[in-house]
């Protein structure tokens, strides 16, 4: 595939994703944050930080306008832009699973977690979120594939998709383990129905994650 000489030079819509990304990125860090402040009872800022997920979730989709704004019909993409546009769809969902989870969170009075559980939570967390930071690898390697075009380019994106399917399939497993728990004890009825949905809008996060790195996948494959 021929590749126009201006996309080569120019500041590509690719390495604008990337800037995407990276607030996509804080966004996760800062709900890990929050979610530590939830549970521990440790801190008092737990609004704080939700507001300021919900700031960045607003920059991210900023940039989004702007990836689309500068992207005329005209333009020669070395993708398919409905898989290109598709793509921003998923990564852009991750903010918002985000904020889905703190209010969720926000629903009920603290400590909304049973104290069993607290570890694994903790540990569900932790899994959510490396996914979300390898997407920011993920674009930045990509956008160096489809400069080059190199089949050693090609499997490094690929080998991120991986872990990042890997990581996705470890996140299951820990909500799994955690439902699962979460039905055995004997809480009321409505602790365990807030735990369990908590749970699945956690697991959102991720799994916009990884329908972001499928659609890549199937860009990079063309």
Not at 25 to 52: D, G, N, P, R
Not at 138 to 163: G, L, N, P
Not at 195 to 215: F, G, P, S, Y
Request: charged share 30%; with cysteine; net charge neutral.
């Amino acid at each position: 595939m021929r590749i126009p000489l201006l996309y080569k030079l120019a500041v590509t819509p690719f390495y604008i994703l990337g800037e995407h990304a990276e607030k996509v990125k804080e966004c996760a860090w800062i709900f890990q944050q929050a979610m530590e402040c939830h549970v521990t009872l440790k801190c008092e800022s737990f609004e704080e930080l939700k507001t300021q997920v919900v700031n960045l979730e607003i920059e991210a989709d900023a940039i989004k306008h702007r990836i689309r704004k500068q992207m005329p019909s005209s333009i020669l993409l070395p993708v398919d832009k409905y898989q290109f546009f598709h793509y921003i769809k998923e990564q852009d969902l991750i903010p918002d699973a985000v904020i889905g989870a703190l209010s969720w969170v926000d629903y009920r009075d603290r400590p909304s977690i049973p104290p069993d559980l607290e570890k694994d939570f903790f540990l569900l967390v932790d899994a959510i979120i490396d996914p979300v930071e390898d997407l920011t690898k993920m674009v930045r390697e990509a956008e160096k594939y489809f400069r080059q075009f190199s089949d050693k380019q090609r499997e490094t994106v690929q080998q991120i998709i991986r872990t990042i399917r890997q990581q996705k399939y470890q996140a299951d497993t820990v909500a799994e383990k955690i439902k699962r728990q979460a039905f055995s004890m004997k809480n009321d009825p409505l602790t365990v129905y807030h735990t369990v949905r908590l749970v699945e809008k956690i697991c959102a996060i991720a799994d916009h994650a990884e329908n972001a790195c499928d659609m890549m996948r199937a860009m990079i494959i063309r």
